[in-house]
């Protein structure tokens, strides 16, 4: 495929990924863009198709806005889905093998959906889509998501332990756990300080 055809793909991509993001800073396009830059630093160090990883990472979160409390399906899976259905309207011209790669990406990169990445490019966006959620900007991700929800400091406290701090062994590149270890110092700094102030008020 001709670099200039790949770019006019991309843009389109880019534009559905917009158009279908929420707008807020917690799981909205800001999110898939910084998800998006990162999957193609790390991955221009292992060797992945940076041109299949860009399409995934900016598609990755697009089934949120479709994804409600009632939804028997993980927003992965339904992004997997309108992305599927976005190359199929759009006339998107990409090879079977490069389609099923970015659809397994997709549907690979959720904590929840419990499906293990196994391609390249599937284990580089995991693993960036959970270090967005460590460090400065995974902590305010995490209050700002627990606000939204009308959640209590308590349970912001409950998806640190439950979830954020579990996050770096769920990491399957060297790359990412080097830039994980930072991070989540970060946030173990802050679950710290939070517990032992918590525990004080109760005294």
């Known amino acids: 495929m001709e670099q200039s055809e790949r770019k006019k793909i991309l843009k389109r991509v880019e534009q559905f990924s917009s158009d279908n993001s929420f707008k807020d800073d917690i799981h909205g396009f800001k999110h ?10 790390i991955g221009k160090t292992v060797g992945a198709d940076l041109f299949i990883l860009r399409i995934a990472a900016l598609m990755h979160d697009i089934g949120r ?23 199929k309207n759009g006339n998107i ?9 970015i659809i397994h990406s997709i549907k690979a990169h959720s904590f929840s959906y419990n499906l293990r990445p196994e391609t390249l490019e599937a284990m580089v966006l995991s693993d960036v889509d959970k270090l967005d959620a460590l460090g400065a900007i995974g902590l305010y991700r995490t209050i700002g998501f627990t606000v ?13 332990d439950n979830k954020i701090l579990k996050l770096d062994q769920k990491l399957f590149l060297d790359e990412s756990k080097e830039l994980a270890t930072k991070r989540l110092r970060i946030v173990e700094a802050f679950y710290k300080e939070a517990k032992q102030e918590i525990n004080h008020e109760m005294k």
Not at 32 to 41: A, D, E, F, H, Q
Request: net charge negative; aromatic share 6%; charged share 35%.
């Open 65 to 87: 806005t479709k994804e409600d409390e009632n939804s028997v399906k993980n927003h992965a899976e339904i992004s997997a889905e309108m992305a599927l259905e976005f190359f």
């Open 148 to 160: 939204k929800n009308k959640g209590s400091f308590n349970e912001v406290i409950e998806h640190l």
């Open 32 to 41: 898939t863009k910084r998800v998006c830059n990162l999957s193609l630093k």
């Open 93 to 101: 011209k990409l090879k079977e093998n490069e389609i099923e790669n």
